[in-house]
């Protein structure tokens, strides 16, 4: 390849690097700048979006290591603008203020780069090194308020339950090499027809599953999550919550999509009951928890239940792909959405327990009505985006005769409304131990703004991310 087609293949991920090395830069060189590194960030973040339609021509790069197809540039999209929310929320959360700001800002931006690299992967080492660029970048920062235990705490079950699961993902990826030869998604599938199912591509796909469903935290491999979640840093909660969530499900789809044929290994009876599980665990132990944070970390769980209902049908309906796909979007905006009303009450009270939320809205009155909204969002109410997110869903399982899927995903959904609206009962319905106002930063302020509106307009005119959700082939 000539230096144009490796800036054609990669020129959004080398521009994302080197503003990563700008910041890393400005931080050792001029420390007094500290209060410009999360801006120079978040620029360097908007240009690699604004670029992203200039890269967008399909083509194989790296010898195959990696692809450009609709499917790398949707996640991407998601993934950037889940980091350019994810750094607003940063400059206004008060524990990360002062506190090694340059380092923290210059890890979301590797971030970043690891998951558009991970996005576009179709080579098991491609995917791999990807996805421990990403790990070891979120593992830093889940632990970066070094002074607080939780925040520790959090990083090492995070690190080592993430250790484990890696090695698990290459070690079925080794089996996989010695069965077909071949790290390449395209070769393997390929292999797979020839060969047909045996005991040790099922003990393969198996063991890559473990070490994807460890980064959406699909059950059983969600036992991080929550202590992850609430211990971390809350921007990064959001991050892990989103935008690691749709890094992994991107691996998972093109993994099963393109190196799993159906009818060499039938893959989904497995994810059917995944895919219930998750769902329905989730939100059960949701419905027992004090901890905001902890709520939406078993949400969170709920949450990939529900999109991986669209990657089970992505093969049996043309509706299942396009309804996944619209489900992470609409997640996106109502899940970091409600995280910043989040920090915004934790920067107030210094607190995350739901008890405190009792009369919040008399204090925060645009930041309790922004959270009901969220909330109401994830439970599924129109005219909202995760309606309409729902609403697509129910349909694959129906146009796909899954009717009993859909029944689950509706009882589901009740009992999500329950310990959503408990939270909204508290901050209108509840009498607060105060009337003291609560501010909310500038920041803060932008990026409740953008999730709102993202929110409603997937709702209301949700017609242009569903046209470009349904040209997405299956085979990518």
């Not at 990563?20 to 420390?31: G, K, N, T």
């Not at 995917?127 to 939780?150: F, N, Q």
């Not at 090492?156 to 030869?181: N, Q």
């Not at 500038?442 to 349904?470: D, E, H, K, M, S």
Request: contains cysteine; aromatic residues 10%; glycine residues 8%.
């Amino acid at each position: 390849m000539s230096y144009a087609e490796y800036l054609a293949a990669i020129g959004p991920e080398i521009a994302l690097t080197i503003a990563a090395l700008l910041v890393m830069s400005i931080d050792a060189l001029w420390p007094r700048s500290v209060r410009a590194i999360p801006w120079i960030g978040i620029a360097g973040l908007l240009v690699t979006l604004a670029m992203l339609p200039m890269f967008r021509a399909e083509r194989v790069a790296f010898s195959g290591l990696l692809v450009i197809d609709p499917l790398a540039v949707l996640f991407k999209v998601i993934a950037l603008i889940s980091v350019i929310l994810v750094a607003l929320l940063s400059i206004s959360h008060r524990p990360l203020r002062g506190f090694h700001e340059g380092e923290y800002h210059t890890l979301l931006l590797f971030f970043a780069v690891g998951l558009m690299f991970l996005v576009g992967a179709a080579h098991l080492l491609m995917i791999y090194l990807a996805l421990e660029m990403v790990s070891l970048a979120a593992y830093l920062l889940t632990g970066h308020l070094k002074l607080d235990p939780r925040s520790s705490e959090a990083a090492l079950k995070y690190y080592l339950f993430g250790a484990l699961c890696s090695g698990l993902f290459l070690y079925g990826a080794s089996i996989l090499f010695g069965l077909t030869g071949t790290l390449h998604l395209d070769g393997i599938a390929e292999a797979v027809r020839a060969s047909g199912l045996s005991a040790a591509l099922l003990a393969a796909l198996v063991l890559m599953l473990i070490g994807l469903g460890f980064k959406i935290a699909m059950v059983p491999f969600h036992l991080w999550a929550p202590d992850a979640y609430e211990g971390a840093p809350t921007p990064i909660t959001a991050l892990l919550s989103v935008a690691s969530k749709a890094g992994g499900f991107a691996v998972l789809l093109r993994v099963l999509a393109v190196a799993f044929p159906l009818e060499a290994l039938d893959w989904q009876p497995m994810l059917w009951v995944l895919c219930v599980v998750t769902m329905s665990l989730g939100n059960v132990i949701a419905v027992r928890q004090g901890n905001i944070k902890r709520l939406l970390a078993y949400s969170s769980i709920a949450q990939a239940g529900y999109v991986l209902v669209g990657v089970v049908l992505m093969r049996q309906t043309p509706a299942g792909l396009p309804s996944a796909m619209i489900y992470l979007i609409a997640y996106l905006f109502m899940n970091i959405g409600a995280f910043a009303v989040v920090i915004v009450v934790s920067n107030a009270l210094g607190s995350d327990k739901i008890e405190d939320y009792r009369g919040l809205a008399r204090r925060a009155p645009l930041a309790s009505a922004s959270l009901a909204v969220f909330l109401v969002s994830l439970t599924g109410i129109p005219p909202l985006a995760g309606f309409i997110g729902k609403f697509y869903l129910f349909a694959a399982t129906i146009d796909a005769h899954a009717y009993w899927l859909a029944v689950i995903m509706g009882v589901n959904s009740v009992v999500a409304a329950f310990y959503y609206f408990r939270v909204v009962r508290a901050m209108y319905l509840d009498a607060g131990k105060s009337e003291e106002p609560i501010g909310t930063a500038r920041p803060l302020q932008v990026a409740v703004g953008v999730t709102l509106l993202g929110t409603f307009v997937i709702g209301v005119w949700p017609q242009p991310f569903l046209l470009f959700a349904a040209a997405l082939p299956l085979g990518f």
